[in-house]
C-alpha cells in the first residue's frame, strides 16, 4: 500500500527530492561561495576538495581530501607531490594529474620572462640586447626579433636558412609566416656578420631579403623596423642607410 503525500494531490506516493542535498548540492555552494567570496574563503581541505571534483565526479570528496592533507602534512607538500606518490595514496591517474597542475602553473609562473620584458624602445636598447643576448650567437646566423605593440620581444629566433638551398623566398615565407603565428605587429632582423665590415654580398643578400619582407608586410599589418649587421658592438643598420 503506498503512503499518500501530505498533501494529498497529483504527487501522492512520489518521493520529492531535496534539491540541495547530496556532493551535486554541497558543489554547487562550493562553486558559489568561491565566485562570491573568493578561493581564499576555503579552507586547505576545501580546496583540495574542488580540485578533487574533476578527479571524482560523483562522490563526497571531503574525507579524501582530509585524509590526503594528513597523508602530506600541508597543502604545499600535497600539491609538490609526484604522481607516484599521490597514486600510492590511493588516487586515480586522473584526480594525480589534476591535483598536480597547481604545481606546475606556480612553476611556469615563478619562471623568469625576460624576452616579453625587454622594451626595444630605441636604438640603444636595441643594442644593448644585442650586446648581452647575442653575444656568442654563431657568425654568419640570421636572427629575427618579433615584438608586439608597444615594441616587447615576443620571441627572439634564429632562421634556419640551410632549406631548399637557402632559397630568399623560403626564408622571406618562413619569417613572414613566424610573425602571424606569434601575433607580432613588428620585426627586427638581425645578421650576425662573420668579419667586419660586413661582406658586400651578405649586405646586398639582406638588402633584397628584408625589402621583400617588408613589401609584403604592409598587407600583414606588419611592420619592418630596422635589420642590422652586427659584430662585436660594431653594427650596420639598413634602415639609417635608407635601403629598408
Not at 168 to 183: G, K, M, S, V
Not at 191 to 200: A, E, F
Not at 217 to 225: C, D, G, I, P, R
Request: glycine letters at 10%.
Amino acid at each position: 500500500m503506498t503512503r499518500a503525500g501530505r498533501d494529498g494531490g497529483k504527487g501522492a506516493g512520489q518521493a520529492v527530492p531535496f534539491r540541495e542535498t547530496g556532493p551535486a548540492g554541497h558543489r554547487a555552494r562550493m562553486r558559489a561561495r568561491v565566485l562570491t567570496s573568493g578561493a581564499a574563503s576555503l579552507a586547505d581541505y576545501e580546496i583540495i576538495e574542488m580540485l578533487l571534483f574533476v578527479g571524482v565526479p560523483r562522490r563526497d570528496t571531503k574525507p579524501l581530501a582530509k585524509a590526503l592533507l594528513n597523508r602530506f602534512g600541508s597543502l604545499g607538500a600535497l600539491l609538490s607531490a609526484t604522481p607516484d606518490c599521490l597514486r600510492e595514496a590511493g588516487l586515480s591517474g586522473r584526480s594525480a594529474a589534476v591535483l598536480g597542475l597547481p604545481g606546475a602553473v606556480a612553476d611556469c609562473l615563478s619562471r623568469p620572462d625576460p624576452l616579453t620584458r625587454t622594451p626595444m624602445r630605441d636604438w640603444d636598447a636595441v643594442l644593448a640586447y644585442c650586446d648581452t643576448q647575442l653575444a656568442d650567437a654563431p657568425a654568419g646566423q640570421l636572427r629575427v626579433l618579433f615584438l608586439d605593440s608597444i615594441n616587447h620581444i615576443i620571441a627572439d629566433e634564429a632562421v634556419d636558412e640551410s632549406g631548399e638551398g637557402g632559397a630568399p623566398e623560403l626564408t622571406q615565407r618562413h619569417i613572414l609566416l613566424r610573425a602571424l603565428d606569434l601575433h607580432a605587429t613588428a620585426l627586427v632582423g638581425i645578421r650576425i656578420v662573420p668579419s667586419w665590415p660586413p661582406p658586400v654580398a651578405m649586405i646586398e643578400g639582406d638588402a633584397v631579403l628584408m625589402q621583400a619582407i617588408s613589401y609584403h608586410a604592409q598587407n600583414l599589418s606588419l611592420t619592418v623596423q630596422d635589420h642590422v649587421f652586427l659584430r662585436r658592438g660594431q653594427w650596420l643598420s639598413l634602415r639609417q642607410q635608407r635601403r629598408l
